[in-house]
């Protein structure tokens, strides 16, 4: 299939910015040999597959395999119409040489780590770290910008201070699309969202068929403020990635515990008697929010992405608010 002849999946706008991402987005740390290695091949197929399945949004970050993730995605899109996809990357993380080369990446990658990743929320770094993303991507601009992960007290201060007003002027310029930041925890979201003039926030596992505490903070300031949100993880790292719930499911990258195994069985079991599964369930749920605007996955080869794409058309026969409604009843969900 052509880059031309591809359907594209469905858009939703970025607050009132003009960039629309693809419900389904790619997420590609995983071609960043996340975990474990993927070779050039596989990992370009499974670009190529997403464009065929009508995925337009494609996400990276200089921390996925120190750069490894950007350079491969840029590669990839390099030559496709570059009005009809959305790329964000991260700042936040500038990629510098080790005084003390390690044999392997110490962060999950499977990458040489003779880079280390050096954390840096001024405004310079963020104008550093957007210039050195254009050039191991070879695009031409980067259209969402998020802060990565300023967990601690001080960097998320100076992420508000500093990273987030650079971006914001940055999109003033029209340099960017859109700015945000992203991150596991809900409440410091909240804070980007109330404090600053972001469009959008990366929440990642915090808004899931397990986990709903964003309820509380993140989801309904993103509403009152008109601003959005992609929500990320929807699996939680695996637990509800199959309908077949394994006993070495991981939730929240380790493995998970009995009761949560059989919380997710019992998920499962309600719906397939509801006609669908549950990592479609998984997806179709944080996409239901008002404030949601997309999901990304993480697909490391074209059958994965075959796979996920395939989820977004397994809505039950009674409809998906039957399943909310079912579960909530059950005290399995809120909503």
Same mark, same amino acid.
Not at 140 to 167: F, G, N, Q, T
Not at 193 to 208: F, P
């Given at each position: 299939?052509?880059?031309?002849?591809?359907?594209?999946?469905?858009?939703?706008?970025?607050?009132?910015?003009?960039?629309?991402?693809?419900?389904?987005?790619?997420?590609?740390?995983?071609?960043?040999?996340?975990?474990?290695?993927?070779?050039?091949?596989?990992? =370009?197929?499974?670009?190529?597959?997403?464009?065929?399945?009508?995925?337009?949004?494609?996400?990276?970050?200089?921390?996925?395999?120190?750069?490894?993730?950007?350079?491969?995605?840029?590669?990839?899109?390099?030559?496709?119409?570059?009005?009809?996809?959305?790329?964000?990357?991260?700042?936040?993380?500038?990629?510098?040489?080790?005084?003390?080369?390690?044999?392997?990446?110490?962060?999950?990658?499977?990458?040489?780590?003779?880079?280390?990743?050096?954390?840096?929320?001024?405004? &310079?770094?963020?104008?550093?770290?957007?210039?050195?993303?254009?050039?191991?991507?070879?695009?031409?601009?980067?259209?969402?910008?998020?802060?990565?992960? !300023?967990?601690?007290?001080?960097?998320?201060?100076?992420?508000?201070?500093?990273?987030?007003?650079?971006?914001?002027?940055?999109?003033?310029?029209?340099?960017?699309?859109?700015?945000?930041?992203?991150?596991?925890?809900?409440? !410091?979201?909240? =804070?980007?969202?109330?404090?600053? &003039?972001?469009?959008?926030?990366?929440?990642?596992?915090?808004?899931?068929?397990?986990?709903?505490?964003?309820?509380?903070?993140?989801?309904?300031?993103?509403?009152?403020?008109?601003?959005?949100?992609?929500?990320?993880?929807?699996?939680?790292?695996?637990?509800?990635?199959?309908?077949?719930?394994?006993?070495?499911?991981?939730?929240?990258?380790?493995?998970?515990?009995?009761?949560?195994?059989?919380?997710? =069985?019992?998920?499962?079991?309600?719906?397939?008697?509801?006609?669908?599964?549950? !990592?479609?369930?998984?997806?179709?749920?944080?996409?239901?929010?008002?404030?949601?605007?997309?999901?990304?996955?993480?697909?490391?080869?074209? &059958?994965?992405?075959?796979?996920?794409?395939?989820?977004?058309?397994?809505?039950?026969?009674?409809?998906?608010?039957?399943?909310?409604?079912?579960?909530?009843?059950?005290?399995?969900?809120?909503?």
């Amino acid at each position: 299939m052509t880059a031309s002849s591809a359907q594209p999946l469905p858009t939703r706008e970025v607050r009132s910015t003009g960039v629309r991402l693809s419900t389904l987005g790619f997420g590609a740390a995983v071609i960043g040999n996340l975990f474990r290695r993927v070779d050039d091949e596989t990992a =370009r197929a499974a670009v190529d597959a997403a464009w065929d399945a009508g995925v337009r949004y494609f996400d990276t970050a200089p921390h996925y395999g120190l750069g490894l993730s950007e350079r491969r995605l840029g590669e990839a899109l390099r030559d496709r119409p570059r009005d009809e996809y959305v790329i964000s990357s991260k700042v936040g993380r500038l990629l510098r040489p080790r005084d003390v080369p390690v044999d392997r990446d110490d962060e999950g990658f499977d990458v040489p780590g003779d880079v280390g990743r050096v954390r840096d929320y001024s405004r &310079d770094g963020v104008l550093r770290s957007i210039e050195e993303t254009l050039a191991r991507t070879g695009l031409d601009r980067v259209d969402v910008v998020y802060v990565h992960d !300023p967990d601690a007290p001080e960097d998320l201060d100076r992420a508000i201070s500093e990273a987030l007003p650079a971006l914001v002027e940055l999109r003033e310029q029209g340099v960017v699309g859109a700015v945000g930041a992203g991150m596991n925890y809900s409440a !410091p979201l909240t =804070r980007v969202l109330r404090e600053t &003039d972001a469009d959008v926030v990366m929440l990642a596992g915090r808004y899931t068929l397990l986990e709903q505490g964003s309820l509380d903070d993140v989801l309904p300031a993103a509403q009152e403020l008109g601003k959005a949100v992609v929500a990320v993880g929807v699996f939680n790292s695996g637990l509800l990635a199959r309908q077949d719930v394994p006993d070495d499911a991981n939730w929240n990258y380790e493995q998970a515990p009995a009761e949560l195994l059989a919380r997710a =069985r019992r998920l499962a079991a309600l719906c397939a008697e509801h006609g669908t599964t549950l !990592p479609a369930a998984a997806v179709a749920f944080a996409l239901d929010h008002p404030a949601v605007v997309g999901t990304v996955l993480g697909m490391r080869t074209a &059958d994965q992405v075959v796979r996920n794409a395939g989820l977004l058309s397994e809505e039950p026969a009674g409809g998906w608010t039957a399943l909310w409604d079912d579960l909530a009843a059950r005290g399995l969900l809120r909503r």
